[in-house]
């Protein structure tokens, strides 16, 4: 980010051009909406450690591949760190306090939480807040800015029934949320109102 001397102080600040340029970006994602993780992992003292994630991507298929980016300085890189190992925990819709526990500066976030050790991994599994867990070893590590994207082969998939829980607009809400809340399913272009899209004048199935 650009910055400019305060001729004051003589503390350097944010451009204001850099920080609109922020706020844009800020905005842009935003409008991404995503699912909600909570990644686990055990730091070298044995305590669990976890921060809400919504950076989580699909990597490849081949060997089962996904990434997540965390925060430098914080606790939970560095366990992923230290281990080489961590857990994504996928969060359902009645999931929000938990998301939010992980989210905050907690001194004991699985304090707040029922939590258990997968013992095929011994990694931490929120079994009553996620519908689904991932076990992931590091493959690969890439600092950007102040977040690391973490690599991670897939190891072990757990899952139950469950509808996730979604962030997006700066808020959580349930994949059903858009249908009961009575919004209206509006067509995108070249999609006809059933949710069939329309592509060079064939229908296509929506999705995979
Ligand atoms: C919905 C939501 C999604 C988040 N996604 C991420 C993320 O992808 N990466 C990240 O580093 N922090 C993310 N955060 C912020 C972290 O959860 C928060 O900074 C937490 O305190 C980090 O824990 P740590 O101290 O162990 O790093 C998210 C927060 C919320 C509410």
Request: overall charge negative; some cysteine.
């Amino acid at each position: 980010m650009e910055r400019q001397e305060d001729s004051g102080t003589g503390e350097s600040r944010p451009r204001p051009d850099a920080e609109a340029h922020t706020a844009a970006f800020r905005d842009l994602m935003s409008k991404f909406p995503t699912g909600v993780s909570v990644v686990t992992a055990v730091d070298t003292k044995g305590a669990p450690q976890g921060a809400t994630c919504s950076s989580l991507s699909s990597v490849t298929l081949s060997p089962p591949t996904l990434l997540v980016c965390l925060r430098t300085g914080g606790v939970t890189l560095e366990a992923v760190r230290e281990t080489g190992r961590f857990a994504v925990n996928l969060l359902h819709e009645d999931a929000e306090r938990a998301a939010k526990v992980f989210a905050a500066p907690f001194v004991d976030r699985f304090a707040e939480v029922p939590w258990q050790t997968w013992l095929p991994s011994g990694l931490p599994h929120l079994h009553r807040d996620a519908f689904a867990c991932a076990d992931c070893r590091v493959a690969a590590e890439l600092l950007i800015g102040d977040h690391v994207i973490v690599v991670g082969t897939v190891s072990h998939i757990t899952m139950s029934g469950g509808m996730p829980l979604m962030y997006g607009m700066r808020r959580f809400l349930s994949w059903a949320a858009p249908d009961a809340l009575g919004h209206e399913r509006l067509p995108c272009p070249g999609q006809q109102a059933d949710g069939v899209a329309v592509r060079a004048g064939l229908a296509v199935p929506d999705g995979d």
